[in-house]
């Protein structure tokens, strides 16, 4: 079985920053791709930011520049380091990952259970 878990939501003022981190554990062989979504209540899931193996990075327009994402893969993490936090960044934050658990398997995605990040005075 496979999991990912989030933590550093919470309450924030504007301007503040927050650091999100997932962790993937279980019967994981490989890992490519991490990411985070979020989403407001009653509107869609959106993209935040992504993560692939080598590294290379995609941002949402509304974060870039604001939010940099990067990964452990020694430990099977990903980071969110969200800075200049406006009060539309409030959403529940949810980590994404693309995961295979043998070398026969293909990659299926995972979501987490998602972490709540309030931005407000």
């Known amino acids: 079985q496979v999991q990912l878990v989030e933590s550093g939501g919470g309450l924030v003022q504007p301007g503040g920053s927050l650091r999100l981190s997932c962790v993937a554990s279980?019967?994981?062989?490989?890992?490519?791709?991490m990411g985070w979504y979020r989403q407001v209540s009653g509107k869609q899931r959106e993209l935040v930011a992504t993560?692939?193996?080598?590294?290379?990075?995609n941002y949402a327009d509304s974060v870039k520049g604001r939010f940099t994402i990067s990964r452990d893969n020694a430990n099977n993490t990903v980071f969110l380091q969200m800075t200049s936090l406006k009060s539309e960044d409030t959403a529940v934050y949810y980590c994404?990952?693309?995961?295979?658990?043998?070398?026969?398997?293909?990659?299926?995605?995972?979501w987490g259970q998602g972490t709540q990040v309030t931005v407000s005075s």
């Open positions: 994404y990952a693309t995961m295979r658990i043998s070398s026969r398997s293909w990659f299926y995605g995972y």
């Open positions: 279980g019967s994981i062989f490989s890992i490519n791709s």
């Open positions: 993560i692939i193996s080598d590294d290379s990075t």
